[in-house]
């Protein structure tokens, strides 16, 4: 079997690990939303991104350091090590958080207590140290293990955050909410760590600052880049306003959930890419343009429909008071659906050991987002946010496939395949669009997808797109089974004309 149908194999089967806490996101968002007014919306996503942004960085590079040290077969006592660094790092990050977030007032904004901050400030601890704590088990490849016990603590959080909003609690219930969630999950890691790490403090000091110094810095400014491309410019936007960070949030959150399924590309992509291109350089170009094909093909039309069907989409999201996120989710989409092999280009730079050229790229897409969202504010009012992101993914696209024909002296695609793709999904869209504007009726939304769907994979047959090796590799990896796998197989088959 050619080594490319593992890759699509990766990723068809982690797609259901990262939609089940999508899913389960966005239900218990959009009841919070209907129940927050608008200031406490953006206040409560400034505070989201904010604990994100400073929980997965503020180990400044440590936890990733020691997971490679571990992994290389040093001293398990280089985790505590680490910790006890942690600790540092972790609470100047937290208290200069809480420091911004008092100077500039923002629970008052909402009319919240004093006592929001030190709370504020406890989540930031937890949860950072929680994200630390993690690195035991990861570095053992226990990963299941993380999955299970944080998922836990957010499925309770999110129970406790439905609660405390219908009782009132506003936003400081929830980052109580959060706190028991996060320290629900700890107990269970710190417990299953110390049976596998022990707890052994004997020679910190001799194991030494070094390492810290030497590799933490640009591995802080990696996570750091990756985080702020998902949640810089919510707490940018912020500064133009609660109203327009609730609306943004809101656009951001919900485009978000639709990348998530790029996550399982991320999570399966890299060794396989990695061991192609140490393996077989001569046909690394054949295989990179596959993978491009398929998931250009699998990721493009959800990202179409979605933007056409933005207004059903956000009325089921968060009601109908946040109208003004609809452009701004249609936007950003729209972006996403220009840069569908995105993941994929800057994946493969990672496996073909270029991670500096995939960190200019998404660098200097993040400087592009800022530029944008702030130079065409007074021009273009809030949607400017939506066109920094959009840029941002276009952006980092781009300049990542420039660098792999620069470096490697491949074309990661095939032109042909992506223009014909792209016709598909704009003929999709036009279709979808006019069936949209004519019926109106948000109840039908469900037959709209159907039906778009079968549109799309009927221009596909039209423009000669699938041909037999990709209902093969839909036969062979498409994770699942019985008559439902032998149906869908079936139908895609005879809607593209091909014989099986």
């Known amino acids: 079997m050619p080594r490319y149908l593992g ?15 999508t899913i389960v996101s966005l239900i218990t968002f959009g009841l919070v939303a209907r129940l927050l007014s608008t200031s406490e919306l953006g206040v409560y996503g400034l505070v989201v991104s904010a604990t994100y942004l400073i929980g997965l960085t503020s180990n400044f590079g440590i936890k990733k350091a020691v997971i490679i040290r571990i992994s290389r077969g040093e001293p398990s006592r280089i985790f505590w090590m680490g910790f006890l660094y942690s600790i540092l790092t972790i609470l100047s990050f937290s208290f200069i958080t809480v420091w911004i977030f008092n100077y500039f007032k923002i629970f008052e904004e909402i009319e919240m207590p004093g006592i929001t901050y030190p709370f504020f400030l406890l989540l930031l601890v937890i949860f950072s140290l929680r ?4 690195a035991g088990l990861e570095a053992h490849k226990m990963f299941h293990l993380t999955s299970a016990y944080t998922s836990i603590g957010f499925i309770l959080y999110r129970i406790l955050m439905i609660i ?5 609690y506003s936003v ?14 700890i107990f269970p ?12 403090v004997k020679g910190l000091a001799s194991d030494g600052f070094t390492f810290i110094l030497r590799e933490t810095p640009s591995i802080y400014l990696s996570d750091l880049t990756l985080v702020l491309i998902d949640y810089g410019d919510r707490i940018l936007t912020g500064i133009f306003g609660l109203y327009f960070l609730a609306n943004f949030y809101i656009a951001s ?6 990348s998530s399924l790029t996550q399982a590309l991320y999570s399966g992509l890299l060794p396989h890419i990695a061991e192609e291109y140490n393996n077989n350089k001569h046909e690394f170009e054949i295989y990179i343009r596959k993978l491009s094909k398929f998931f250009a093909l699998t990721l493009s039309p959800i990202y179409m429909i979605s933007a056409i069907l933005a207004y059903p989409l956000i009325f089921l999201f968060v009601g109908p008071s946040y109208n003004a996120a609809i452009p701004l989710f249609q ?15 800057i994946t493969a730079l990672l496996a073909t050991n270029n991670a500096k050229e995939a960190m200019i790229s998404q660098i200097v897409g993040l400087i592009i987002d800022v530029l944008v969202l702030l130079g065409l504010f007074n021009i273009i009012g809030y949607l400017s946010a939506g066109f920094g992101k959009a840029f941002l993914y276009i952006s980092t696209m781009s300049i990542g496939i420039f660098f792999i024909y620069r470096k490697l002296g491949v074309v990661p695609y095939k032109i042909g395949d992506i223009i014909r793709i792209i016709v598909a999904n704009v003929l999709t869209g036009a279709v979808l669009w006019l069936i949209w504007i004519y019926t109106f009726r948000i109840s039908l939304l469900p037959i709209y997808i159907i039906t ?15 041909d037999r090796e990709d209902i093969e590799i839909l036969e062979n990896e498409l994770p699942l089974k019985g008559k439902i796998r032998n149906i869908i197989i079936k139908l895609i088959s005879k809607l593209s004309g091909i014989k099986i």
């Open 452 to 466: 778009s769907l079968s549109i799309y994979i009927l221009f596909l047959r039209l423009l000669r797109i699938i």
């Open 331 to 345: 936007i950003i989409v729209f972006g996403l659906w220009l840069a569908s092999i995105q993941p994929l280009i």
């Open 172 to 185: 400081l219930g929830i980052i109580i909410s959060w706190i028991i969630g996060e320290t629900i999950s």
């Open 7 to 21: 890759t699509m194999r990766s990723f068809l089967t982690a797609i259901p690990q990262y939609a089940t806490p």
């Open 131 to 134: 994200n630390y704590l993690t």
């Open 164 to 168: 405390s909003v219908l009782y009132g």
């Open 253 to 258: 959150t919900g485009a978000q959930s639709l």
């Open 189 to 200: 890691i710190i417990w299953k760590t110390i049976s596998i790490v022990g707890i052994n």
